[in-house]
């Protein structure tokens, strides 16, 4: 897979336009919208507002999976205050949403029941929020759950995370465990051969570009995504666009194994042309 690039385009930002017949790290269908955590109230708000024009708008159906929030009913910690999901659908009702539908569940059995998933089959986005994302795994991965994500995508749908729904949607998990720096855990792989790490920038030595990359010189199938707190990544078979603070760095060590074979900025895009 040979990157060529054959302009750089400034202009209320950077294009970055590339010819290429394949680019493993967007699909091929769909809209893949990640967030890397730590969002402002304004970017949180241009997150929303995104994933709705991007479904459809405003009569489009949302449906937000809250799974991930430790703290949304059975909680695993008793002892905290209950998450509402209300909350987060009165969220995207404000962000211009006429019809949002929260699914959650902790049950694998619940998880994998038609009843259960016939929302999502007529849906055209899904939101999986922060929090756990082993919760996640743990819940919808191998289910029917999994499954009517990855045709939501494939028939022109939005699949969206943010924090641990967003390394949910890739095909692993990277980090410290603390044994030598690898793979954590499978997850939901809608981005099929994708680990996902948000938080970039405040990972502290353990989920930098260098780490990374050195897990992917021995596995070179994968390609690492990287997201900075308070950063938004836009994918579809069309390429790359980054809002908000920080950066997003693709990391591809079957192309480079020192360094980003991508880096992004909030107002730069990275177009495939055919």
Same mark, same amino acid.
């Given at each position: 897979?040979?990157?060529?690039?054959?302009?750089?385009?400034?202009?209320?930002?950077?294009?970055?336009?590339?010819?290429? +017949?394949?680019?493993?790290?967007?699909?091929?269908?769909?809209?893949?919208?990640?967030?890397?955590?730590?969002?402002? +109230?304004?970017?949180?708000? +241009?997150?929303?507002?995104?994933?709705?024009?991007?479904?459809? /708008?405003?009569? @489009?159906?949302?449906?937000?999976?809250?799974?991930?929030? !430790?703290?949304?009913?059975?909680?695993?910690? !008793?002892?905290?205050?209950?998450?509402?999901?209300?909350?987060?659908?009165?969220?995207?009702? +404000?962000?211009?949403?006429?019809? *949002? @539908?929260?699914?959650?569940?902790?049950?694998?059995?619940?998880?994998?029941?038609?009843?259960?998933?016939?929302?999502?089959?007529?849906?055209?986005?899904?939101?999986?929020?922060? &929090?756990?994302?082993? $919760? $996640?795994?743990?819940?919808?991965?191998?289910?029917?759950?999994?499954?009517?994500?990855?045709?939501?995508?494939?028939?022109?749908?939005?699949?969206?995370?943010?924090?641990? /729904?967003?390394?949910?949607?890739?095909?692993?998990? $990277?980090?410290?465990?603390?044994?030598?720096?690898?793979?954590?855990?499978?997850?939901?792989?809608?981005?099929?051969? *994708?680990?996902?790490?948000?938080?970039?920038?405040?990972?502290?030595?353990?989920?930098?570009?260098?780490?990374?990359?050195?897990?992917?010189? /021995?596995?070179?199938?994968?390609? /690492?995504?990287?997201?900075?707190?308070?950063?938004?990544?836009?994918?579809?078979?069309? &390429?790359?666009?980054?809002?908000?603070?920080?950066?997003?760095?693709?990391?591809?060590?079957?192309?480079?194994?020192?360094?980003?074979?991508?880096?992004?900025?909030?107002?730069?895009?990275?177009?495939?042309?055919?």
């Amino acid at each position: 897979m040979k990157l060529i690039v054959v302009a750089l385009i400034v202009f209320c930002g950077i294009d970055r336009v590339a010819a290429q +017949s394949k680019v493993r790290w967007c699909p091929t269908s769909g809209t893949i919208l990640l967030a890397g955590g730590g969002l402002s +109230s304004s970017n949180a708000e +241009s997150f929303g507002k995104h994933l709705i024009a991007l479904a459809g /708008g405003p009569n @489009a159906t949302i449906v937000i999976i809250p799974t991930a929030d !430790p703290n949304m009913p059975p909680q695993i910690n !008793p002892a905290h205050t209950p998450s509402d999901p209300n909350e987060l659908k009165k969220l995207f009702e +404000s962000f211009g949403a006429k019809h *949002v @539908a929260i699914l959650h569940t902790r049950d694998r059995k619940i998880a994998n029941s038609e009843a259960f998933v016939k929302v999502l089959r007529s849906a055209n986005a899904v939101f999986m929020t922060g &929090g756990q994302s082993l $919760l $996640l795994e743990n819940t919808y991965r191998g289910t029917l759950v999994n499954a009517e994500m990855k045709a939501l995508l494939a028939r022109g749908g939005v699949v969206a995370g943010d924090s641990a /729904g967003a390394i949910a949607i890739g095909g692993l998990w $990277l980090t410290w465990l603390p044994e030598p720096f690898g793979k954590r855990a499978d997850e939901l792989d809608i981005l099929q051969g *994708v680990a996902i790490s948000p938080h970039a920038n405040k990972a502290k030595g353990y989920v930098t570009d260098h780490e990374v990359l050195k897990y992917l010189a /021995g596995h070179s199938t994968i390609t /690492g995504i990287n997201i900075d707190e308070n950063t938004i990544l836009i994918l579809n078979k069309d &390429g790359a666009q980054v809002l908000g603070a920080g950066r997003v760095s693709i990391l591809d060590a079957s192309k480079d194994k020192t360094k980003p074979a991508l880096i992004l900025k909030g107002g730069e895009k990275y177009i495939i042309k055919p």
